[in-house]
């Protein structure tokens, strides 16, 4: 099999190249604004056009001598995303006109012997058809009027971007690895992280913060194993989100976190655990995701140790003890080698599958140490534990009413399982099954005009089991009851 071909599509910046990425992919996956500069970093996404495989590059606005924050940083993204592709797309405005920078961009291309096709944009129907000439100075053959808003002769444009290929061999798409959300506040340095963990630089790394956009998918392999890390943009306070374009980028981000398999939540550790960090960590555990706490920037740290630093998040943040807590400084390599191992600890404790009769025996251990308490009288009865998926764990706790059960002691049973099994990172799920209340059930109906029930043997009332009907309503002298 061959490799998965790439197309990148290039132009000056506010042409609509992410409107276009959009169009392609079928998704809103890049953040589209009027405002220029929006895109910056590279953004990848496989997609297909009739059953052929490929993978878009998304990049921003290429501005040779521009001195605008970043611009430089863009431009050479914009590079690396020409050098690696196999196919490009320039993308001009229809409705501007052939522009001085498209012409620079255009001799960048011409430099490349690679096949280029030209999209001129913004052609909303076929009486405006005549405006593609008008770019005929930029000296590529192949142009093709489209419009990204509308979808109008997308299919004509990747026709001419795929012409290149062979498309009799499908190349495979092996994209199948852990997917990995760094999620965290703006500026605590999770595309430093990012840019580290791969050895090249994929994300523009600032100290403004909201220097990244979009959710950002990188394909790494560590230890033989594929991971796909998704870099993030910073999650603010609602409130502090001022503009559009941010709004946008803390979507992305949810989205990320909604696709991701484990979450790495990076934090500064100068500034410990804020109330916007509590706040995503309760997203993740919401959303049932593995959870790692990264620590960053702790060179820049001083006169706290690690040990006292850990008695406190875990005695301010008790829902995230079970995680796995790393020291790290992305700008200086500490401890970055320990991320890829402790992921592959925290997705097989999210993959462990436990025996019911393991599980029984680690219930009636629980329930020896701290029996459940009684309700107004009523005992809380538990006949057995049964796991019913993985990634998350999820199991079923059978007992006889679950109104019964108090938050507590749910919570108790969920650290049990932890300490017995070694979930570390991984959220459990516990649901609770009621016995069904038979006594309820009503008895057969006479048909009317029928002779009474005791002269037609199939009305025989049924014998009641008095074991079965018993719904815990009574005091018992034990302290609780198992059945396993």
């Known amino acids: 099999m061959s490799r998965i071909k790439k197309i990148a599509i290039v132009g000056r910046p ?7 990425f ?3 992919c079928k998704k809103r996956i890049s953040i589209v604004d009027e ?4 895109t910056r970093d590279r953004l990848y996404q496989r997609t297909e056009f009739f059953s052929y495989p490929f993978e878009i590059i998304d990049t921003g606005g290429i501005e040779v001598h521009s001195k605008a924050d970043f611009s430089q940083e863009i431009k050479r993204q914009a590079e690396i995303a020409i050098e690696e592709a196999d196919s490009i797309i320039m993308v001009v405005d229809a409705r501007v006109g052939p522009q001085d920078l498209d012409k ?16 001129v944009n913004k052609i909303d129907n076929r009486s405006e058809m005549s405006l593609i000439h008008q770019f005929a100075g930029l000296g590529i053959p192949h142009m093709v009027a489209v419009s990204a808003a509308q979808g109008f002769q997308i299919a004509e444009l990747l026709d001419i ?8 061999i499908i190349p495979e798409d092996a994209t199948t690895g852990t997917k990995i959300a760094i999620l965290g506040r703006p500026n605590v340095g999770k595309s430093l992280l990012l840019n580290t963990l791969l050895g090249e630089d994929r994300s523009i790394v600032s100290p403004i913060a909201g220097t990244t956009r979009d959710a950002i998918d990188t394909t790494v392999t560590f230890g033989g194993k594929e991971y796909i890390l998704i870099d993030t943009a910073g999650i603010r306070r609602k409130h502090k989100e001022k503009e559009v374009v941010e709004k946008f980028a803390a979507i992305r981000s949810a989205s990320a976190l909604e696709r991701a398999d484990i979450a790495l939540l990076v934090m500064d550790a100068s500034s410990g655990m804020t ?4 706040k995503i960590a309760r997203m993740i555990e919401q959303e049932s995701k593995g959870c790692i706490l990264l620590f960053n920037k702790w060179d820049l740290t001083k006169g706290f140790r690690m040990e006292h630093c850990l008695k406190g998040i875990e005695q301010e943040v008790p829902f995230l003890k079970h995680c796995p807590k790393l020291f790290i400084s992305a700008k200086t390599n500490r401890n970055v080698d320990k991320i890829f191992p402790t992921v592959a600890q925290v997705e097989e404790a999210s993959n462990h599958r436990i025996s019911t009769g393991t599980l029984n025996k680690c219930l009636i251990a629980a329930m020896q140490k701290c029996h459940p308490t009684m309700l107004k009288g009523k005992r809380l009865r538990i006949y057995y534990l049964a796991q019913v998926d993985i990634k998350p764990p999820r199991f079923v706790l059978f007992v006889n009413n679950p109104n019964l059960m108090e938050e507590a002691y749910k919570k108790y049973l969920i650290n049990q399982l932890r300490d017995s099994f070694n979930f570390s990172g991984v959220p459990l799920i516990l649901e609770l099954r009621g016995k069904e209340q038979h006594k309820n059930r009503r008895p057969p109906q006479r048909p009317k005009g029928a002779p009474f029930d005791r002269d037609i043997p199939h009305f025989k009332h049924e014998e009641i089991n008095e074991e079965e009907y018993d719904d815990g309503d009574h005091q018992e002298d034990d302290e609780s009851f198992i059945e396993v």
């Open 14 to 20: 506010n042409v609509g190249k992410s409107a276009l």
């Open 22 to 24: 959009n169009a392609i």
């Open 35 to 38: 405002q220029e500069g929006i």
């Open 104 to 119: 620079e961009v255009a001799t960048i291309l011409h430099r490349k012997d690679k096949p280029v096709c030209l999209a």
């Open 161 to 168: 971007a795929l012409s290149s290929f062979d498309k009799s």
């Open 275 to 278: 109330t916007e960090e509590k």
